[in-house]
């Protein structure tokens, strides 16, 4: 990072606009009680998508029967999973992290990883607010129909 980026991020933490990304990376089966758990909380803004992923053990592997031929390693390279990105104030992270913890931990393999990232700026695009007004966690309702 450089020098004259690391002072402009020093200067948004001073003025308390410091902010964070959280990228959350959760079972399918478990977005929906995350994105609940999440709004009752105040954090009703976020981004999803779903994604194929794996981790340490290289995704899943069984043995397969076929007649004759006695096991066959079979497997998918691959899990579907749920990604999660929410922007929030700095004072907000650790309340964040706990609720997405607490409704994706099982205690097994593939419960999901969190991922907290600095972001250095953000602006709403229809009010040019900047820093900490757009992460606001008052939802808005828009009477417009426009996507």
Do not use: W
């Not at 069984?62 to 006695?70: A, S, T």
Request: with cysteine; proline share 3%.
């Amino acid at each position: 990072m450089s020098k004259g980026v690391q002072q402009m991020l020093n200067a948004l933490a001073f003025m308390g606009l410091e902010m964070k990304e959280i990228v959350a990376l959760i079972r399918l089966g478990k977005a929906k009680v995350t994105k609940q758990k999440l709004a009752e909380q105040g954090f009703v803004a976020y981004t999803e998508k779903q994604v194929l992923g794996r981790g340490k053990q290289l995704g899943l592997h069984y043995l397969g029967v076929n007649e004759g031929e006695g096991p066959t390693p079979l497997g998918i390279s691959f899990l579907p999973k749920c990604m999660l990105a929410i922007f929030v104030n700095d004072e907000d992270v650790d309340q964040a992290v706990r609720v997405i913890q607490d409704a994706n931990k099982t205690g097994d393999i593939g419960d999901g990883k969190i991922f907290v990232c600095r972001a250095e700026d953000v602006v709403r695009i229809r009010t040019d607010e900047r820093g900490d007004a757009p992460l606001s966690r008052t939802a808005e309702v828009s009477t417009s129909a426009s996507v």
